[in-house]
């Protein structure tokens, strides 16, 4: 079964940190790759960072130097580490795994699996 899951979100100043925690399926983690993505109100879902299977990282413009995405294999875990927020990174923030299985797993053809999603506000 192909599952994560968001946690972390939360209520925090101006310039403050937080760290969101994505735990995934043990059968994907070590092939898929993950994306943390934000929403906020009245506007599209965008990418915020992402990291492949061989730790290759991407980030929006936005985010560049305040957010860091990263993988624990031990805990089947993705971080995104936030610091320096802003307001308008107020968004609830989604998990995504997406990949191609082999012929004859359950993964196969392939999987996009997304979280509930964690609210983060920003505010003083």
């Known amino acids: 079964q192909v599952e994560v899951a968001e946690s972390g979100g939360g209520l925090v100043q101006p310039g403050g940190s937080l760290r969101l925690n994505c735990v995934a399926s043990?059968?994907?983690?070590?092939?898929?790759?993950f994306g943390w993505y934000r929403q906020a109100p009245g506007k599209q879902r965008e990418l915020v960072a992402e990291?492949?299977?061989?730790?290759?990282?991407d980030y929006a413009d936005s985010v560049k130097g305040r957010f860091t995405v990263s993988r624990d294999n031990a805990n089947y875990t993705i971080y995104l580490q936030m610091n320096s927020l802003k307001p308008e990174d107020t968004a609830v923030y989604y998990c995504n795994a997406r990949g191609r299985g082999s012929p004859g797993t359950v993964l196969f053809p392939a999987y996009d699996s997304w979280g509930q999603g964690t609210r983060v506000t920003v505010s003083s």
């Open positions: 990291i492949t299977k061989r730790g290759s990282t």
């Open positions: 043990p059968v994907i983690f070590s092939i898929a790759t």
